[in-house]
């Protein structure tokens, strides 16, 4: 299953949260806040400690970036 490393206020990640909705993707979300230790152990992940963060464990795949990460999503899960 999709994993998206995010926090609620972050305007990025609400992007990627709507896109996942509006195609119907089931993911986990991975709460992460700045400056907590969960942050430390999500930059391990991703070196330049930024979200929002998606994996794709199926395809071995993992990216920052909304805009990408959009374009991933209708590319590779979108309906037509
Ligand atoms: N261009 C990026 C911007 C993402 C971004 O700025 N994320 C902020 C949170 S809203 C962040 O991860 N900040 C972490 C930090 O500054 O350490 C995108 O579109 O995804």
Redesign the pocket.
Known sequence: MLELYQ?ES????RRVREKLSELEIDYIARNVR?GTPKWKEFSALNPN????FLVDPDRGVSM????E?IGYLERVYGKN
């Open positions: 926090f972050c305007p990025y990640c700045i400690e930024q979200v929002p920052e970036e909304s805009a990460i």
